[in-house]
């Protein structure tokens, strides 16, 4: 089989089980959640219906791992690679903590870039509001004046009067009530009032970050023991660790390191883009499946060893959701 297929068969396998398939399964695990009771009494339907799909997500990703090693002919040795390697499950530990903590920092770094843009675009309108009413002051005092400077005797009476009234009109306009602000003072109550509002949004980010698929994993952990929250998360992540690198990146080893590398790392971070509700949550998931999928890749490409991969795998998405 050439390359351009066997690349179009792994983006048909992304598109079809990642995305059609699993509407499907998850279509079928809520409607299941709403007809029966499995599992304890104290659930409710929204909290069977996370449990079931991120259940459902598991079995199937198992059949589809060997669905792919059937087709592509690599044998099943590749499932327990580096598994007699203590030392490289221990550094599998380390490096899932370390992809956790720079995919934390870049997500930080990409929040705040958002909120500062926002900012800046919000005082725009502000200030050119501001500037406008502030020509057209201008432009009344220049005219008042000019009728003052050209009147007579009589004028003079009666600008006199005038000035009486926009004299007090102007202590009126200058008293504790209706006082103008200062100049800068604006810009100042903004930048005070920036930090209580950047908090609030980047909770707001936080907050979209644990919807979508991420969904289901924090149920399980709230609702499940532990050992089988993580038995299932362990087998989802795993799957994926086996398609995305052991399957591709070996399949694709002839093609050379830039198509496959560049195919495993598409494909992966494309995946992690399905079922989030929305750009900002799954900015958190994207930006974990770049700086994953980049290390894994290299690493899996010149040690093909995929156990510490996915100890790494779990120590980052566990740590990520808890």
């Known amino acids: 089989m050439s390359t351009a297929w066997r690349v179009a068969t792994l983006a048909a396998v992304v598109v079809v089980y990642y995305w059609f398939g699993k509407t499907l399964l ?10 029966t009771r499995i599992g304890p009494s104290q659930w409710g339907t929204a909290q069977r ?3 079931f799909e991120l259940a459902a997500a598991g079995a199937s990703h198992v059949l589809v791992v060997a669905a792919l090693l059937a087709v592509t002919g690599i044998g099943p040795g590749m499932l327990v690679s580096g598994l007699a390697r203590p030392d490289l ?7 899932g903590v370390g992809e956790l903590a720079l995919g934390s920092l870049l997500c930080r770094a990409l929040i705040e870039l958002s909120l500062a843009r926002g900012a800046r675009a919000r005082t725009r309108p502000a200030r050119r509001t501001a500037g406008a009413a502030g020509a057209g002051d201008r432009r009344a005092a220049d005219s008042a004046n000019r009728r003052a400077a050209g009147a007579g ?38 930048t005070a009032a920036d930090p209580a ?32 929250a993580l038995g299932l998360t362990g087998v989802q992540v795993a799957s994926e660790e086996l398609v995305f690198r052991g399957v591709a ?3 694709l080893r ?10 495993s790392i598409v494909l992966f971070v494309l995946m992690q883009a399905f079922f989030m509700s929305s750009w900002q949550g799954a900015m958190f998931p994207v ?3 770049i700086v994953m999928g980049v290390v894994h890749g290299l690493v899996f490409w010149t040690t093909p060893l995929v156990v510490p991969l996915v100890v790494a795998h779990v120590v980052f998405f566990v740590f990520a959701v808890i």
Not at 174 to 183: F, H, N, R, S, T
Not at 199 to 221: A, E, K, M
């Open 49 to 51: 219906a996370d449990v």
């Open 89 to 95: 499950l221990a550094l599998g530990v380390l490096l």
């Open 26 to 35: 998850f279509r079928g695990a809520r409607r299941l959640a709403a007809a």
């Open 249 to 251: 990146l070996t399949w």
């Open 287 to 289: 930006v974990g499946g």
């Open 197 to 228: 509002d950047q908090g609030q949004s980047l909770r707001s980010w936080l907050g979209r970050s644990r919807g979508g698929w991420i969904r289901h994993h924090l149920t399980s952990l709230k609702v499940l023991p532990l050992w089988a």
């Open 254 to 263: 002839e093609a050379g390191p830039l198509v496959a590398l560049t195919t």
């Open 153 to 190: 005797v009589r004028g003079a009476l009666l600008g006199a009067r005038t000035r009486g009234v926009v004299g007090r009109g102007d202590r009126g306009a200058l008293g504790p009530v209706g006082a103008p602000a200062p100049p800068g003072s604006a810009r100042r109550s903004r």
